[in-house]
């Protein structure tokens, strides 16, 4: 297993278009994190789950944002009407699920939005 | 909530000198306590924990202690390398508000290494 993977690494789009992001995390990991990261900031947590189940949710996912982890493996999350604020990395990370067990995180996918 | 404060950057150094990055903690409970690394064009990497009071994590040389009556964290090595130039972040663990065992990182410091 190679870690964990994001597509694409970057995308540009123009306000007010959707966006999806994919990530595949270590595939015996039940736990997968979104996180948001904007220049010269440290990681925001976005979301989490716990194989199928999404557990929890930052107030900073707005209703514009959607995030699905269907058969608990891999995650997508939308971005609908893309404002030029969402422009950020967008960080996916995986882990067991063991208290102070460390996240692994994808090298993330770069939304532009123009 | 929890925050994490870590010195601000960027921290220019030349090779071989001694390095401290300081970094302190609000939680309402007792957290895991770890530093990331973000080297250039790559994804971050867990570069050492701690996970109780007076814990001391370590990797490649780095070293942070776990110090609750001051809540802190500070990273230490004694002799940097150009190749240590990256930024890192202070981070803690919880399992509330970040999300069971998920992470509220610092903004993070900016490392250069002089030759």
């Known amino acids: 297993d190679t870690g964990v993977s994001q597509n694409p690494r970057h995308k540009i789009t123009k306000r007010g278009q959707n966006v999806t992001f994919r990530c595949d995390p270590i595939?015996?990991?039940?736990?997968l994190y979104w996180y948001r990261q904007t220049l010269g900031q440290g990681p925001e947590f976005l979301t989490y789950?716990?194989?199928?189940?999404?557990?929890?949710k930052s107030r900073l996912l707005s209703d514009r944002f959607s995030a699905e982890r269907p058969k608990g493996s891999f995650s997508t999350l939308e971005i609908q009407r893309t404002e030029q604020g969402d422009s950020a990395m967008y960080l996916c990370?995986?882990?067991?699920?063991?208290?102070?067990?460390?996240?692994?995180f994808g090298s993330g996918t770069q939304l532009s939005v123009l | 909530g929890n925050s994490v404060t870590q010195m601000e950057g960027p921290v220019t150094l030349s090779e071989e000198a001694f390095l401290t990055i300081n970094c302190t903690y609000t939680?309402?409970?007792?957290?895991?306590l770890f530093w990331y690394v973000q080297y250039p064009g790559e994804g971050l990497q867990l570069l050492l924990k701690?996970?109780?009071?007076?814990d001391k994590g370590s990797n490649k040389g780095f070293e942070a202690t776990y110090r609750k009556e001051t809540t802190s964290f500070h990273l230490e090595k004694g002799s940097v390398q150009v190749s240590d130039s990256a930024v890192y972040f202070c981070?803690?663990?919880?399992?509330?508000?970040?999300?069971?065992?998920?992470?509220?990182f610092g903004k993070g410091t900016h490392l250069i290494i002089q030759p």
């Open positions: 990370a995986s882990s067991l699920g063991v208290r102070g067990e460390k996240l692994f």
């Open positions: 595939s015996e990991h039940n736990r």
């Open positions: 789950f716990q194989n199928e189940a999404q557990l929890e």
């Open positions: 939680a309402t409970g007792y957290p895991s």
């Open positions: 701690a996970t109780k009071a007076d």
């Open positions: 981070a803690l663990s919880e399992g509330s508000g970040g999300g069971a065992d998920g992470l509220t």
